[in-house]
């Protein structure tokens, strides 16, 4: 939306991407225009690196399709950055480092969200990279399709039995005294078979255990046990039963612990009064470094295209919180998007667009979509942040990039100690999602409201603590928990600007220069095929159809007797005719009062030719009295006699009278009528009819 702080706050995109790679110092990243010593020999102590990503890195990510809208690694830039001159890299040139700016958070969100850059997919965590853009002027409204790059956070959480309790005085401050664990199961019932794979040193394995696809479930369940053995090793337990309380290392756990907050930690016991005093070194490190070793990698580790990315970390919730240990990972894939629009004006705002689907793209078995990750000589893993994204398989060199053939990519390993408070380049795809764990996954149990890095712990915010009350009561909702976290976290500081008309317009978002943005005015990118939304009626329920349904059989039913009745000929059109002429109201009244004045079965112009002449008198009608008398018959003699009733009785009089050929009787308008008819030679009688 145009006023909304994701927009405001999102600044102008800038060129090109930067890459900085080393740890303790610099060094040139793969294919650096400084890998000559005649020019790296003219600058200050031979020290100066160049963070341009070359062309042969770039290249086999480029799509040079008109309508593809998948974004490359060059299409996911930081949110937010600075300007800084570093004199060790680009001879002291000013570039670009990303920065984390908090915006609007969107955890208690449970939809599809369309902000500056980004679908959130704020129902199970995930973010896809597209730079918005719709149709205007459509009526109704119209729906399109498009395939849209995400990366999804994936976590596993394994329950430690372990439960964590403590209570807050009247004032709301904590007590300092009255914490203590629960065995809840964790040490009365802790295997004693050490898991596999061993993080105790007996098996140097543990670095390649798990391959491309990390099993994180088989992770955290590895870290539980690993946990619970080291805290029962510094409670000196060497047996427990279920429902017994530890109270000797937890004095100083409520000052950790927030009442309707989770709290996040790494694993590292602090938890535990020694440790957290820093009294109990090396049951500290045992922690750390078990910790560390359920990732699968240390950070000096030779950098592999092969080992994904995975952490772990403690999370514990409310007054009595439950202990859970999980390994997070994340993946791309690409999604089949449905959009809907509703723009009927000439202006576009994010308010105006909206997902109305989002579908994992279908592939046959033989048109996987191709991967590539960058394979390199003589770095650890913290001394790079890898090239990786779909490629053009006729544009990759096996010997520079590991090609893969899957429907979603691990992303590749990188250092754990890199959050986002300490970004050093622009190049956010390598950086930003392995960032964001380590932000999640950093130090934050001591920190209450908001924690280190800026992630909502709920203690400010109820609606939060609600959220992550119902789901921390399970392993598969305190996963979805860190999953929304990370995505909060990405949802402030990446941005996609890939559109799909980058070979229309002849020129990338990501290619303008710094500029001011104009929010009245717009970019004509390109024409698109969409369908147009038009009214149309239709039944929800076909029960309200029955009706029609009848009226739609009754009228087929007519229809197909006709048209057997016309096929077999048994009722032709001139029987028809000859039928409707015969009943006519016209000439049933012409036959009856002249008849033989047209043959019966004269047709209608033979018919109109002898009776359009003739007049027939229709009677007016008469007010019915008020009391009703019977008719009757008076005669000159003073008798009477019962007569018809009805116009009917009367025309039969006429008729006699006709056929006799004794006197005829003229049909008047009139309300009265009189006929004569001799009873005798010598005694004549008047009939009337009354009304």
Same mark, same amino acid.
């Given at each position: 939306m145009l006023n909304s702080p994701m927009r405001q706050g999102t600044l102008p995109r800038v060129s090109p991407i930067y890459r900085v790679c080393g740890w303790t110092k610099f060094v040139d990243c793969p294919d650096s225009i400084y890998n000559d010593p005649a020019i790296r020999n003219k600058f200050h102590n031979n020290t100066v690196v160049n963070s341009t990503i070359p062309l042969a890195t770039i290249k086999p990510f480029m799509n040079e399709k008109a309508d593809n809208t998948i974004a490359s690694p060059m299409d996911i830039q930081y949110r937010n950055y600075y300007e800084e001159p570093n004199d060790y890299v680009d001879n002291g040139e000013v570039n670009i480092r990303g920065f984390i700016q908090p915006m609007q958070t969107l955890l208690l969100d449970d939809s599809y969200r369309l902000i500056e850059g980004l679908i959130v997919d704020s129902i199970n965590g995930g973010v896809g990279f597209r730079n918005h853009s719709g149709p205007l002027r459509m009526g109704l409204g119209a729906q399109w399709t498009e395939d849209i790059l995400f990366i999804h956070p994936e976590t596993a959480c394994t329950q430690t039995n372990l439960s964590l309790h403590f209570s807050i005085s009247a004032n709301y401050f904590y007590k300092h005294d009255n914490g203590y664990m629960a065995d809840d199961g964790g040490f009365a019932n802790l295997p004693t078979e050490i898991p596999e794979p061993r993080f105790d040193g007996l098996d140097d394995d543990w670095q390649n255990a798990f391959g491309e696809a990390p099993d994180l479930q088989r992770r955290s369940l590895a870290l539980a046990w690993w946990n619970n053995q080291l805290t029962a090793r510094v409670l000196n337990i060497s047996s427990s039963s279920v429902g017994d309380r530890y109270t000797s290392e937890f004095s100083n756990y409520a000052t950790l612990a927030s009442p309707g907050s989770i709290q996040i930690s790494p694993m590292n016991g602090w938890y535990l009064d020694s440790i957290y005093k820093k009294s109990a070194s090396a049951a500290a490190v045992e922690f750390a470094s078990y910790g560390r070793r359920c990732s699968g990698f240390n950070d000096t580790d030779p950098s592999s295209s092969s080992k994904p990315y995975t952490y772990r970390y403690d999370l514990a919730s409310n007054w009595t919180q439950q202990l859970y240990t999980c390994a997070s990972s994340m993946k791309a894939s690409v999604q089949t998007v449905t959009f809907g629009s509703n723009t009927t004006n000439t202006s576009l705002d994010l308010g105006d667009l909206r997902v109305l689907?989002?579908?994992?793209?279908?592939?046959?078995?033989?048109?996987?979509?191709?991967?590539?990750?960058?394979?390199?000589?003589?770095?650890?893993?913290?001394?790079?942040?890898? #090239?990786?994204?779909?490629?053009?398989?006729?544009?990759?060199?096996?010997?520079?990039?590991?090609?893969?053939?899957?429907?979603?990519?691990?992303?590749?390993?990188?250092?754990?100690?890199?959050?986002?408070?300490?970004?050093?380049?622009?190049?956010?795809?390598? #950086?930003?999602?392995?960032?964001?764990?380590?932000?999640?996954?950093?130090?934050?149990?001591?920190?209450?409201?908001?924690?280190?890095?800026?992630?909502?712990?709920?203690?400010?915010?109820?609606?939060?603590?609600?959220?992550?009350?119902?789901?921390?009561?399970?392993?598969?909702?305190?996963?979805?928990? #860190?999953?929304?976290?990370?995505?909060?976290?990405? *949802?402030?500081?990446?941005?996609?600007?890939?559109?799909?008309?980058?070979?229309?317009?002849?020129?990338?978002?990501?290619?303008?220069?710094?500029?001011?943005?104009?929010?009245?005015?717009?970019?004509?990118?390109?024409?698109?095929?969409?369908?147009?939304?038009?009214?149309?009626?239709?039944?929800?329920?076909?029960?309200?159809?029955?009706?029609?349904?009848?009226?739609?059989?009754?009228?087929?039913?007519?229809?197909?007797?006709?048209?057997?009745? *016309?096929?077999?000929?048994?009722?032709?059109?001139?029987?028809?005719?000859?039928?409707?002429?015969?009943?006519?109201?016209?000439?049933?009244?012409?036959?009856?009062?002249?008849?033989?004045? *047209?043959?019966?079965?004269?047709?209608?112009?033979?018919?109109?030719?002898?009776?359009?002449?003739?007049?027939?008198?229709?009677?007016?009608?008469?007010?019915?009295?008020?009391?009703?008398?019977?008719?009757?018959?008076?005669?000159?003699?003073?008798?009477?006699?019962?007569?018809?009733?009805?116009?009917?009785?009367?025309?039969?009089?006429?008729?006699? #009278?006709?056929?006799?050929?004794?006197?005829?009787?003229?049909?008047?308008?009139?309300?009265?009528?009189?006929?004569?008819?001799?009873?005798?030679?010598?005694?004549?009688?008047?009939?009337?009819?009354?009304?």
């Open positions: 689907a989002v579908r994992p793209k279908q592939y046959s078995e033989d048109a996987l979509p191709i991967w590539a990750i960058e394979k390199v000589d003589g770095y650890r893993i913290h001394d790079i942040n890898l #090239m990786w994204g779909l490629a053009n398989e006729s544009q990759v060199d096996e010997d520079a990039f590991e090609i893969r053939r899957t429907a979603e990519l691990y992303l590749p390993a990188s250092t754990h100690d890199i959050t986002f408070g300490h970004i050093y380049d622009s190049f956010a795809a390598g #950086m930003a999602p392995g960032a964001a764990w380590n932000s999640v996954y950093e130090f934050a149990a001591a920190i209450r409201g908001i924690a280190i890095d800026f992630i909502p712990s709920g203690e400010t915010d109820y609606g939060l603590t609600l959220k992550y009350r119902n789901l921390s009561r399970t392993p598969e909702g305190t996963a979805k928990i #860190m999953n929304l976290i990370w995505t909060d976290l990405m *949802a402030f500081v990446v941005v996609g600007t890939k559109t799909g008309f980058e070979a229309t317009t002849g020129s990338s978002p990501a290619s303008h220069t710094k500029s001011k943005r104009s929010d009245s005015a717009l970019t004509i990118l390109g024409t698109k095929a969409v369908h147009k939304m038009v009214r149309s009626i239709g039944y929800s329920d076909f029960r309200y159809a029955i009706p029609a349904f009848i009226v739609v059989g009754i009228l087929i039913f007519s229809v197909a007797t006709a048209t057997v009745f *016309a096929l077999r000929k048994s009722l032709s059109y001139e029987i028809l005719e000859h039928y409707i002429n015969q009943t006519s109201m016209g000439r049933t009244a012409s036959q009856l009062l002249y008849p033989g004045i *047209a043959p019966i079965d004269a047709s209608t112009k033979e018919w109109s030719r002898a009776t359009r002449d003739l007049i027939l008198d229709v009677p007016r009608p008469q007010s019915r009295p008020k009391k009703r008398t019977r008719p009757r018959l008076r005669g000159r003699r003073g008798h009477s006699s019962p007569s018809a009733s009805s116009g009917a009785s009367l025309l039969r009089v006429h008729k006699e #009278m006709e056929m006799e050929n004794r006197s005829q009787s003229h049909l008047s308008a009139q309300s009265h009528y009189s006929a004569s008819r001799a009873s005798s030679p010598h005694s004549p009688y008047t009939i009337h009819q009354f009304a």
